[in-house]
């Protein structure tokens, strides 16, 4: 069992920044891969960012490339995601995921632990 909270959301002007913490608690935290992906109102829950277990490797949703950062520090349990360049269509909930496998995804029905979500509000 895992555990993920997220925190760092907030109310942003476009063109801004913010960057997301995701703190998990539970099993051996540097094992796992590390998705963000977000809800924009009434879309369904779509990708935004991976990590692989060690930081090594590192995949974008076309949207976010260039614009966004995903990292992790495993000794501290956390992934960040570092946002710049905001625009009001970044505005959704923006959850942290855990996946126990070695193989990275985009999907999210593949990742088996979620955190409550963090809201992204960017204003025009």
């Known amino acids: 069992q895992v555990q993920l909270v997220e925190s760092g959301g907030g109310l942003v002007q476009a063109g801004g920044s913010r960057r997301l913490s995701c703190v998990a608690s539970?099993?051996?935290?540097?094992?796992?891969?590390i998705g963000w992906f977000r809800q924009p109102p009434g879309k369904e829950r779509e990708f935004v960012a991976v990590?692989?277990?060690?930081?090594?490797?590192?995949t974008y949703a076309d949207s976010v490339k260039g614009r966004f950062t995903i990292s992790r520090d495993n000794p501290k349990n956390t992934v960040s995601l570092e946002m710049n360049s905001l625009k009001p269509e970044d505005t959704a909930v923006y959850y942290c995921?855990?996946?126990?496998?070695?193989?990275?995804?985009?999907?999210?029905?593949?990742?088996?632990?979620w955190g409550q979500g963090t809201q992204v509000t960017v204003s025009a």
């Open positions: 995921a855990s996946r126990t496998s070695v193989i990275v995804s985009t999907m999210p029905a593949q990742y088996n632990y």
């Open positions: 539970g099993r051996t935290f540097s094992g796992y891969i």
């Open positions: 990590i692989s277990w060690n930081g090594g490797s590192t």
